[in-house]
């Protein structure tokens, strides 16, 4: 099935560093959502994005809607260890509620 | 507001059975969409639901079916087992054309 090109797949980081991850795709989305996923449990909502060029902050978390509309990138600063995890991007294409998944980013926190 | 919630959370089956998994969406929220992710396949969308209706279908065989009763909770069933069935199966509600909230999910194992 179609998924969103994600990078990078993996990440270890100290504790207090910021982060950056980015998804890209052929195809324009007119959603683009964040998601982060702990062991054994389902995604959970950080940020969703509904227009091109779009910056929006939640808390330590800052994402942007690429102008273009084919790409997303989210950016944590000052990382703690909770921020542990696999977080996804996830986009919606005009008139569906099919969700596109990026492959994961895992995100490793040294304390 | 209660979350999506999903029963059961875990479940073993061996080939051949079918099973059944329910999904209750969070109050209010009319669309339900369903998911199975792999370590392979990442998320891949199975179907999604609406006013008891199957909108959109993912590239998934006919051994996955879905409903949606009047109240919005669904059920997605899964026949003649297989291996490669085993998963993580996620539920997630959206009010209609909006941002998707997933439940925890239940892991299914088929040996």
């Known amino acids: 099935g179609q998924q969103l090109n994600q990078s990078p797949q993996s990440m270890f980081i100290q504790e207090g560093e910021d982060v950056s991850m980015n998804c890209t795709s052929s195809s324009i989305f007119n959603t683009w959502l964040w998601y982060k996923q702990d062991p054994g449990e389902g995604p959970v909502l950080l940020i969703a994005?509904?227009?091109?060029?779009e910056l929006t902050s939640n808390g330590r978390l800052t994402a942007q809607f690429g102008i273009t509309r084919k790409d997303s990138f989210l950016n944590i600063s000052a990382s703690i260890p909770s921020d542990v995890g696999i977080y996804f991007c996830a986009g919606l294409q005009g008139g569906s509620e099919k969700l596109v998944f990026g492959k994961g980013t895992k995100l490793t926190v040294n304390p | 507001k209660a979350g999506v919630t999903q029963t059961p959370r875990y479940l073993i089956k061996t080939r051949g059975q079918q099973v059944t998994l329910s999904c209750s969406p969070i109050?209010?929220?009319?669309?339900v969409s369903w998911y199975q992710q792999t370590p392979g396949q990442g998320l891949q969308f199975l179907f999604e639901?609406?006013?008891?209706?199957?909108?959109n279908k993912g590239n998934f065989p006919g051994r996955f079916s879905g409903r949606q009763f009047s109240n919005s909770r669904s059920e997605m069933n899964v026949s003649t087992l297989e291996l490669g069935d085993s998963a993580l199966y996620l539920c997630a509600s959206s009010f209609l054309g909006e941002t998707q909230y997933f439940g925890p999910g239940t892991r299914l194992l088929v040996l």
């Open positions: 639901y609406f006013s008891e209706t199957q909108r």
């Open positions: 994005l509904y227009k091109a060029g």
């Open positions: 109050s209010g929220h009319r669309s």
